[in-house]
């Protein structure tokens, strides 16, 4: 069965910090590439940042420009794992944050087009409120 679970949300204050993690079953993460989503309340799911599949051998990374900067994705192959380490949070990443496995699908692809990717997790909760 393909599972992806996410794990890592909570409640931090303005300018403090959280390392999401993203576990997957059932499958290896090697082969696709993998991003992270939002989702605010009365909100699209948008694309926060995306990083190619081992297997593309670009090791590319997206980021929305509303994160760049401040926001990491990293993989641990080893472990079957993708983080997402957010610095300097604002109020405006409260949202519930989403990893998603894209096959070969470009990371600025699979970012501006969430529908692209294929097999979701349930979601984290991030709240930045002081």
């Known amino acids: 069965q393909v599972q992806l679970v996410e794990s890592g949300g909570g409640l931090v204050q303005p300018g403090g910090s959280l390392r999401l993690s993203c576990a997957a079953s059932?499958?290896?993460?090697?082969?696709?590439?993998i991003g992270w989503f939002r989702q605010a309340p009365g909100k699209e799911r948008e694309g926060v940042s995306c990083?190619?599949?081992?297997?593309?051998?670009?090791?590319?990374?997206y980021y929305a420009d509303s994160v760049k900067g401040r926001f990491t994705i990293s993989r641990d192959n080893a472990k079957n794992m993708v983080y997402l380490q957010m610095n300097s949070l604002k109020p405006e990443d409260t949202a519930v944050y989403y990893c998603?496995?894209?096959?070969?699908?470009?990371?600025?692809?699979?970012?501006?087009?969430?529908?692209?990717?294929?097999?979701w997790g349930q979601g984290t909760q991030v709240t930045v409120s002081s």
């Open positions: 059932g499958f290896t993460l090697d082969y696709h590439a």
């Open positions: 990083i190619s599949s081992i297997s593309s051998g670009d090791g590319s990374t």
């Open positions: 998603a496995a894209g096959g070969l699908l470009t990371v600025q692809f699979m970012c501006v087009h969430p529908r692209s990717s294929h097999s």
